[in-house]
């Protein structure tokens, strides 16, 4: 059993920045994928980031590439979204995932374990 526990949400103004952390439960951490998706208002869960188990691969969707950033610190059993350049079309409910399996984070059905999820308000 995995527990995802998310923090960092809030309101902030267009062009802000808020830095999400997700941490995780489990001795086994390290070989997790990790990653983060999103859901607005009357939309589908949608992927935003994710990373492997070492950390070394990231992947991002187009939305936010290049105003992202994930990150893990896996001596703390977190993994971290830095949200920079914020548009209001970034307000979602953002969640954390976890892959336990090996391959890549990248879509719903890839993930095992699901945080409850923290809102993120960007306005304009």
Do not use: H
Not at 44 to 68: N, P
Not at 112 to 118: A, D, E, I, K, L
């Amino acid at each position: 059993q995995v527990q995802l526990v998310e923090s960092g949400g809030g309101l902030v103004q267009a062009g802000g920045s808020l830095r999400l952390s997700c941490a995780a439960s489990g001795r086994t951490f390290s070989t997790y994928a990790m990653g983060w998706f999103r859901q607005a208002p009357g939309k589908e869960r949608e992927f935003v980031a994710s990373l492997s188990a070492s950390g070394g691969i990231t992947y991002y969707a187009d939305s936010v590439k290049g105003r992202f950033t994930i990150s893990r610190d896996s001596a703390l059993n977190t993994v971290y979204l830095q949200m920079n350049s914020l548009k209001p079309e970034d307000t979602a409910v953002y969640y954390c995932a976890a892959r336990i399996y090996s391959g890549r984070l990248y879509s719903t059905q890839s993930v095992n374990y699901w945080g409850q999820g923290t809102q993120v308000t960007v306005s304009s």
